[in-house]
């Protein structure tokens, strides 16, 4: 069965620094998103990506984040400078057309930041 | 706005007792909701999803969730619980706006004892 990949599983970063976190979706999916989860809460929507450009995203997502899919296929979630309370599970997810269809996730990048 | 509840923070039973897991939702029309189960360190797995049509589904690993309108829930069973089922559960619901993205309730972390 098709997979959603992350890379890294795991991300440890001075606060400051720049991180890019990266996401390989389903190949015919159309729909991508990061969420994330601070340890011990809940999942949280960020940001989600539709046509090349964001579609909807959330308070949590300030202009320290950015998306892109520089190259047709891998979607990037990028924190310019990061902070301490950055630190969380973030997932990639994708979904093929339409409200029914279910959200595929990938295993996660735990960022940590010192 | 649309949102999840799951009122049960732990859950323990004993291995081959049966489970419920319980959440509510709030939406006025028919929702898209799910359940997704996560493993410590592990992503999100979708265990079952309900759209429409037949308000018992079934999904995989043995679990089952009733869709009830009258009550805003849509509670996850399974008759005989494994060892192996002790993780975290949550149930989520799709945003009806563009982005379709899931709004997840708070989870309910299930022990087993032996």
């Known amino acids: 069965e098709p997979e959603v990949t992350q890379t890294p599983s795991h991300q440890v970063t001075q606060m400051g620094q720049e991180v890019i976190l990266r996401c390989v979706p389903i190949?015919?999916?159309?729909?991508f998103y990061w969420y994330r989860q601070i340890l011990g809460q809940k999942v949280e929507f960020l940001v989600s990506?539709?046509?090349?450009?964001?579609?909807?995203k959330s308070e949590i997502f300030d202009d320290q984040f950015s998306v892109e899919r520089p190259d047709g296929s891998n979607f990037t979630l990028k924190i310019r400078s990061t902070k301490l309370e950055d630190s969380a599970m973030y997932f990639c997810?994708?979904?093929?057309?339409?409200?029914?269809?279910?959200?595929?996730f990938g295993d996660g990048t735990r960022l940590s930041i010192l | 706005a649309q949102s999840v509840t799951q009122p049960d923070i732990h859950i323990t039973v004993s291995e081959g007792a049966s489970l419920e897991l319980r959440c509510n939702y709030s939406?006025?029309?028919?929702?898209?909701l799910f359940w997704y189960v996560q493993s410590p360190g592990q992503g999100l797995q979708l265990l079952l999803k309900?759209?429409?049509?037949?308000?018992l589904v079934q999904g995989t690993k043995g679990f089952e969730a009733e869709f009830k309108r009258s009550q805003s829930s849509f509670n996850l069973r399974k008759p005989s619980v494994h060892w192996s089922d002790a993780a975290e559960y949550f149930c989520?619901?799709?945003?009806?706006?563009?982005?379709?993205?899931?709004?997840f309730g708070s989870g309910t972390r299930l022990l087993v004892r032996p």
């Open positions: 989520a619901v799709v945003s009806m706006d563009s982005s379709y993205k899931l709004i």
């Open positions: 990506f539709y046509n090349n450009e964001i579609s909807e």
């Open positions: 939406y006025g029309a028919t929702p898209y």
């Open positions: 309900y759209f429409s049509g037949d308000t």
């Open positions: 997810a994708t979904g093929s057309w339409g409200e029914n269809q279910p959200q595929h």
């Open positions: 190949s015919n999916h159309l729909y």
